[in-house]
């Protein structure tokens, strides 16, 4: 379904992620000890959320004819008082929808395969991989 490795730079921690085709960086902050050369893994992980909400609603809307025009998802992790994690998504759209189309979309983001996966979990596994 979807495949991703990663390998250090030797550079602190930046490493580089290759995603199916696509190459990117991943880094820590300078104040974690990072050079900043790429996103942190938190930035990765609403960066997928964001992607799977803008591309499944574009589907959506498209499939009813609907003109989002210019869509903007922006989202927002942050801890409780108990340390769970929250993720916020506000959702834009420069295209006049009306109150129906908006409550239809915000069902519809609730479902998104990533959202889903986010909200119910995955099963991980690792091993030590053979020499």
Request: one cysteine or more; glycine letters at 8%.
């Amino acid at each position: 379904m979807a495949k991703a490795s990663i390998v250090s730079t030797g550079v602190d921690y930046a490493h580089r992620i290759r995603a199916g085709h696509h190459e990117l960086v991943t880094d820590e902050p300078p104040a974690l000890g990072g050079q900043g050369t790429g996103p942190a893994p938190f930035d990765l992980y609403l960066a997928s959320l964001s992607a799977c909400t803008a591309i499944t609603l574009r589907m959506y809307a498209q499939r009813k004819g609907w003109d989002l025009g210019e869509f903007r998802a922006e989202l927002k992790l942050s801890a409780d008082d108990d340390g769970r994690m929250h993720i916020h998504r506000s959702l834009h759209s420069d295209q006049p929808l009306t109150d129906e189309q908006w409550q239809r979309l915000l069902e519809i983001v609730a479902n998104t395969p990533v959202t889903k996966v986010m909200r119910e979990g995955a099963v991980i596994t690792s091993e030590r991989a053979g020499e």
